[in-house]
């Protein structure tokens, strides 16, 4: 059985597949302290609590903060006697090409979720990936990375207006009927979810422009169906694209080790 690992700046998810189909998924919030011991407690008792039986015996992980790869690592020596495929490192080969400026470390998150949706959907693509930054991946006709866009996450945004003005209280996103805001919270309610609307909107028509082809857009993320409502921004919404995408990239090195 394959556990797949996605680390964010934010929030780690663990997801368990048993080769067809995702048995269970859980979300920690992503400690540097963590220890491999504390994880193994955790994600036993979760699988004990939904009558998982199943023995892990493969892992990949992903992830954007490096410093938790090493506790990670321990933890799949230790508890699962296996050496995990990290992607982005040297011996993580990936299905599709990256095309980028020498010496760019490319999120592996953008690499993961590239491998997904091509998957899904072949080339031309945009995913917009609403994590701790609003992130869109642009890939090719033959599935390559070839850059993208990298915006301040939604909640981040949120967090900095009211950490940087003292009136300005501490809100969740929500969708404002109006543009308008006729009291404080309405106004940053605007401010955060027409401002995202009109980026992405914006974003999206620029990078069609600048490929000069037709683009498929894919999105994923916690507050993506939010973005969605009403609005006609997305062509598909992935709620497990980074998932499906560290899936695509095991099978892809499991197949190269036995050819
Ligand atoms: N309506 C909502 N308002 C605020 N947050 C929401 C809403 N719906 C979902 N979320 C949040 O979205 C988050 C899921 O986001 P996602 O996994 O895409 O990225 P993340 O964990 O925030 O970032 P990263 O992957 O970079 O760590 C959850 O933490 C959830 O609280
Ligand atoms: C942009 C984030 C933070 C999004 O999770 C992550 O993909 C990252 O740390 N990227 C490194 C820089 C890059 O992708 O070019
Ligand atoms: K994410």
């Known amino acids: 059985m394959l556990l797949a690992i996605d680390c964010g700046n934010t929030n ?15 979300r920690t919030s992503t400690e540097q302290q963590r220890t491999a011991d504390q994880y193994y407690v955790w994600l036993s008792t979760l699988m004990q609590l939904k009558q998982i039986e199943a023995r892990i015996t493969e ?14 690592r ?9 050496r995990p495929l990290v992607v982005g490192r040297s011996d993580c080969a990936l299905p599709v090409d990256v ?6 470390q490319v999120g592996p998150d953008r690499l993961v979720n590239t491998a997904g949706a091509f998957d899904r959907y072949g080339g031309d693509l945009i995913v917009v990936d609403f994590g701790t ?6 890939v090719a006709s033959d599935g390559a990375y070839i850059g993208g866009v990298i915006s301040p996450g939604v909640n981040l945004s949120l967090e900095a207006l009211h950490d940087a003005a003292a009136a300005l209280p501490n809100i969740d996103v929500t969708r404002p009927e109006h ?28 990078i069609k422009t600048e490929r000069a082809r037709e683009m498929t857009v894919v ?7 939010l973005f969605q409502q009403g609005e006609t921004l997305f062509d598909h919404f992935e709620e497990d694209l980074t998932m499906h995408g560290l899936t695509v990239i095991h099978r892809y090195n499991r197949d190269r080790e036995n050819t």
Do not use: E
């Open 12 to 26: 780690t998810v663990f997801s368990i597949w048993d080769g067809t189909k995702f048995l269970a998924t859980w």
């Open 59 to 72: 892992v990949i992980i992903s992830s954007t903060v490096p410093r938790v790869v090493f506790n990670l």
């Open 74 to 82: 321990v933890l799949c020596n230790r508890y699962f006697d296996c």
């Open 99 to 104: 095309r980028v400026d020498p010496g760019t």
């Open 133 to 138: 930054a609003t992130t869109f991946d642009v």
């Open 179 to 206: 543009v308008i805001g006729t009291n404080t919270v309405a106004c940053m309610q605007s401010g955060i979810f027409w401002g995202y609307v009109s980026l992405i909107d914006g974003v999206l028509a620029r």
């Open 219 to 225: 999105a994923t993320g916690g507050l993506a169906p």
